[in-house]
């Protein structure tokens, strides 16, 4: 075990560009990969790392992660010492007030750290996707006496403007740092995990913190602020790294587990992904049951087809149904002879006898969310009702809690919008 | 409070229960036999058991532990695993039911139970057993048995009774040799500790609880009476039982719903992924658990966690426990493949002619084979039907000619 190291996982954002899929979870409680959370990645290695004493900061929406990581159990994080706290903005102390930035949630929670007496803190974001053992990169801040480390990788040069972009030098010295630059001069970025000394981040966090025009975020203030120092270092991890930032991300993200070679192997015995499983039968194929590419979880009862997909337990699929392309989420019911295409389906949904979802023109965008839905992709929203026979375009949004007398008509063109969707 | 009976040894699993007692089989994709045992516990509220165990029973410990996944884990009662133990005299392995429970009277004393349960460890159903202490409670019996229907070519295999009007028993007849009329006893008794206590420490000698406690007490008239149980209950003590009732699952209304909500079976499951399926895996019929990694057919078959099926492999009838894995071209015909198997590639099982087994004809039947844990068949070896190969079995203990059907395969040897 690695008691020398404590980690706090930044859980509160509001992860907007999630859509309703966030609209009352937090991000990294968005659920992922057929029976995960978001954040049962970075928990999971934490534990295979054995960095087993960890701070989660949460602020928005927090009760669906409360109660997804509970006492810890799923992760053996249940312990007489170390384990797992969660740690919400409260008031009553000098500081207290709302979270306004990472390196505030982190500072807020400074006495946290000194009281352990810790040599090293793992800073780490709860909605990234990727299996990482975090002791190699700690061995390497050791070896380069480092102040601070970022975890860096490369992303494609399109996507440099939603990163903080690294420049190294030869001895990985980090020498130049912009956060989501309109042109960047490196695609190299950032991954949101830090190994920090823990005086550095005392002393850095506080003076920060007396910096009246500082947004105290980590990738703004703090970490530009060192470069001079030539103390921070950037430790290079070519995995599969996955920054779920937009409805398209986690789409894409959940279909590469269900292509010929995904990039994220669930199955590796010796980096198990650990969550709170419900107690679920297996699943069951019926006689007209039929599935190719697919991940579908215990307790899924499949008597249609099912092709390209990702099926949370619990989910039923009627006879004659069709599910292609689509991540159903949790106990969500597709009656008989209906079709789902490159559909987002939240939990405990019910989709009407002969229902379409995902058919027409991909090319009318969202009218509310132009940017997020443009590419064919519909989402529904948690507990929503679809009428049979109901005929829902691409590029739709349904809220959650919809019933069928908020379907006036049982036609939705490509790019509607049902509902308050946030 | 509720003793388990999970020592008893049988031959009539085969290989299957080589190193495990019968209640720690795995059963239903993901389940162990006693799982419905300790589920109906729980979902009874019943929070206060032993389990008797005495043959093989580590991977059965192993399973239960402290009995965190049916809510055993307790600071009062919960689960005290019942081995026999040495005493300063009168040491003994546990010579039968009645034995079994005499030697345990004291852990019934300190519990300072009332009516004890005597429930058998390798049953598979769901009962309230909260109703059946109900009516014994209110019938002032001495005993319930709780009976089910039985067809009368099976009454061979069970205690037989016959019931007035009020549904006291009036007669017992254990395991007739000829077909009979009437209610099988399923193993499932409700004592008054007291009375318990007064029939084991009267009759010393007595070390089978139905013959020589409950029969005697039947024909002396005592208040026996009898809980009928309508539900769906099946001893899964023979390959044969066991392959019908696991079979029986695939139907799209199985007698048994594993997947009530209001009636949890639960179990103690590993953290694996979901189910994956590859690009020409075609599935029908068939029970999947999590873990499961299917790019080949699968059809009325079930797959426990982590079974591997591999391209142009093809299973049919058949039963794979936990981390089997078939190779690629492999074809499984009725075959239960037991944990950790390795089936080499373009392997056969279940080919030619059903000549029955050698040994024990009646407990393979229908073409069913038996492939034994850890064994490993190597690559393009043809195996008939009605074979068993002993768990364990690699390269060397086969000479590369067909298995022929009706033979077995052993460990370290000869065909």
Known sequence: ?422 | MALVLAGGSTRDLSVLTDMRAASSLPFGGKYRVIDFTLSNLCNSQIYQLGLLTQHAPLSLHAHVGIGKPWDLDRREGGVMILQPYQRQSDTRWYLGTADAVRQNLDVLRHARARWVLILPGDLVYKMDYSWLLEEHIERNAAVTLAVGPIDPKESHRFGMCQVDEHNRIVAFREKPTEAMEGLGYMGIACFNVEVLHKELCDRPEANNLVTEIIEPMVARGDRVEAYRYEGYWEDVGTVDTYYRASMDLLNDTPRLNLYDPEWVVYTRSVELPPARLGAQAMVERSLLANGCNVEGTVENSILFPGVRVEEGAVVKHSILMNGASVAAGATLDHVIVDKDVRIGVNVLIGQGEAVPHKDFPELLTGGLSIVGRDAVIPDGIIIGKHCVIEPGVHAVDFDGAPVESGTRIRRGGDA
């Open chain 1, 1 to 422: 075990m690695n008691r020398d190291v404590y980690a706090l996982l930044l859980a509160g954002g509001v992860g907007s560009r999630l859509s309703i899929l966030s609209a009352k979870r937090a991000k990294p409680a968005v659920p992922f990969g057929g029976k995960y959370r978001i954040i049962d990645f970075t928990l999971s290695n934490c534990v295979n790392s054995g960095v087993d004493d960890i701070g989660i900061l949460t602020q928005y929406r927090p009760m669906s992660l409360n109660e997804h990581i509970g006492n810890g159990k799923a992760w053996d994080l249940d312990r007489m010492t170390g384990g797992v706290t969660l740690l919400q903005p409260f008031l009553g102390r000098q500081t207290g007030d709302w979270y306004v930035g990472t390196a505030d949630a982190v500072y807020q929670n400074l006495d946290q750290v000194t009281r352990r007496k810790v040599e090293h803190v793992l800073i780490l974001s709860g909605d990234h996707v990727y299996n990482m053992d975090y002791n190699r990169m700690i061995r390497f801040h050791e070896e380069k006496g480092a102040d601070v480390t970022l975890a860096v990788t490369t992303v494609p040069w399109e996507m440099t403007d939603q990163f903080g972009i690294v420049e190294t030098d030869e001895n990985a010295r980090v020498i130049g740092f912009e956060e989501k630059p309109a042109r960047a001069r490196s695609n190299l970025v950032s991954m949101g995990v830090y190994v920090w000394s823990a005086k550095a981040l005392v002393r850095r966090l506080t003076e920060d913190a007396a910096k009246p025009d500082s947004q105290h975020d980590f990738g703004r203030n703090i970490i530009p602020a060192m470069i001079p120092d030539g103390k921070a270092f950037g430790y290079r991890f070519d995995g599969y790294w996955q920054d779920i930032g937009t409805l398209e991300a986690y789409y894409e993200a959940n279909l590469n587990l269900v292509s010929d070679r995904p990039q994220l192997d669930l199955f590796d015995a010796e980096w198990k992904i650990h969550t709170p499983s419900a107690e679920r039968p297996p699943v069951k194929f019926g006689s007209g049951g039929r599935s190719q590419y697919s991940l579908i979880a215990n307790g899924c009862i499949i008597q249609g087809n099912v092709e390209r997909s990702v099926l949370f337990p619990g989910v039923y699929v009627g006879p004659g149904a069709h599910v292609s392309d689509s991540i159903i989420m949790n106990d969500t019911r597709i009656e008989a002879g209906a079709r789902i295409d490159r559909t987002i389906l939240d939990k405990q949904i019910v989709v009407g006898e002969r229902a379409i979802i995902g058919h027409g023109d991909a090319s009318v965008a969202n009218i509310r969310i132009p940017q997020l839905l443009h590419s064919g992709l519909t989402v529904v929203g948690k507990g929503t009702v679809i009428p049979k026979e109901a005929r829902i375009g691409r590029n739709c949004c349904l809220a959650a809690d919809l019933t069928e007398a908020d379907f006036t008509s049982l036609e939705l063109p490509p790019g509607s919008v049902l509902g308050d969707t946030g």
